[in-house]
C-alpha cells in the first residue's frame, strides 16, 4: 500500500530531527543528503525506495529556500531561464537512465570532485561580486553546467550542491550568497524534475517522505534565513566542513566498500 507506514513510529520520528536538520544545513551548503541517506538506509528501507523517498523530502526543502531566496531578491529566475531549462531536461534524462547506467566509475570519483570544489573554497578565496543585483549574467554555459548538473542528480545526487555552488562562482559574476541561491533553485528544479519520474515507477514511500519533507521545509526556512543574514562570512565555513565530511562519506562508501 502506497500509504501504510512501514517503519516503527519511533524511527519515525528520528527520521523526521535528521530531515530538519538535513534542510538546515542544505539551505545554507548543500549536502543534506549526507544525513538523510544513511538515515533512510539505516532504517531499514529498500534501496529502490531510498532514492525516490529522499527526492520527495529534498524537494520541499529546496523549494522553501528557493522562495526565501527569491523573496530576498538573491535570485531573478529571469536571469537563469536556460540553466532551468538545461537543468530540467539533464534531470529528467539522468532519472530514467539511472536503473540502467553503470555508476561505479563515476562513484570512484565522486570523493575527489567534491573534495576539490571545498579545496577551491578553502584555499581560492571567496569572489567579490558587483553590489548590483542585475549584473548581467553570461547565457554562454548555462544549457551545459545545467544540463550536466541536472543529469548528475537524476543519476546520483550526492554533492550536486557543492557542483553549483563552485561553478556559479567560477562562471558568473555573483558572490557566495548569490550562488548559494543559484544552487539551492536549480537543487529544486533537479529534484522535481527526478521526483515525477520515481513517482511513476512507483519508488517512494509516501508517509516517510511527506513527513521528511515538511520537517525539512522547516530546517530549510530557517537555514536560508541564516545563511542570509551571516552571509559569505557564514556560509563559507558551513559550506567546508559539509563539503570535507560529504567526501570522507563518499570515499568510505565507494572506495572502501562500507554502506
Known amino acids: 500500500m502506497p500509504f501504510e507506514l512501514t517503519v516503527e513510529p519511533l524511527t519515525l520520528l528520528i527520521l523526521i530531527g535528521v530531515a530538519f536538520l538535513a534542510g538546515f544545513i542544505d539551505a545554507i551548503a548543500g549536502g543534506g543528503g549526507l544525513l538523510t541517506v544513511p ?73 575527489v570532485m567534491v573534495f576539490a570544489c571545498g579545496l577551491y573554497l578553502l584555499f581560492g578565496g571567496t569572489p567579490k561580486a558587483p553590489a548590483d543585483a542585475e549584473a548581467p549574467i553570461r547565457k554562454t554555459w548555462q544549457v551545459p553546467q545545467g544540463l550536466s548538473l541536472g543529469f548528475y542528480d ?19 559574476p555573483v558572490d557566495l550568497v548569490r550562488a548559494s541561491g543559484v544552487a ?19 519508488q517512494v514511500d509516501w508517509i516517510v517522505g511527506l513527513a521528511m519533507g515538511l520537517s525539512v521545509m522547516g530546517g530549510a526556512f530557517f537555514g536560508a534565513r541564516t545563511a542570509i543574514s551571516g552571509g559569505s562570512k557564514f556560509i563559507r565555513p558551513v559550506f567546508i566542513t559539509v563539503v570535507l565530511a560529504l567526501t570522507v562519506r563518499l570515499a568510505w562508501q565507494h572506495w572502501f566498500g562500507q554502506a
Not at 537512465?97 to 570523493?111: R, T
Not at 539551492?184 to 533537479?190: D, E, L, P
Open 39 to 111: 538515515a533512510l538506509l539505516t532504517a531499514g528501507m529498500p534501496p529502490h525506495l531510498v532514492l525516490g523517498t529522499n527526492k520527495l523530502s529534498s524537494t520541499f526543502g529546496s523549494a522553501t529556500a528557493t522562495l526565501t531566496y527569491y523573496r530576498r531578491k538573491l535570485f531573478h529566475p529571469a536571469q537563469w531561464r536556460l540553466a532551468i531549462g538545461g537543468t530540467l531536461v539533464g534531470a529528467l534524462l539522468g532519472a530514467i537512465v539511472a536503473h540502467y547506467l553503470p555508476a561505479e566509475w563515476l562513484n570512484k570519483m565522486l570523493p
Open 154 to 172: 537524476g543519476v546520483a545526487g550526492p554533492g550536486t550542491g557543492a557542483f553549483w555552488t563552485v561553478s556559479t562562482l567560477l562562471l558568473y
Open 184 to 202: 539551492r533553485s536549480m537543487n529544486f528544479v533537479s529534484n522535481a524534475a527526478a521526483l515525477s519520474v520515481f513517482v511513476f515507477s512507483g
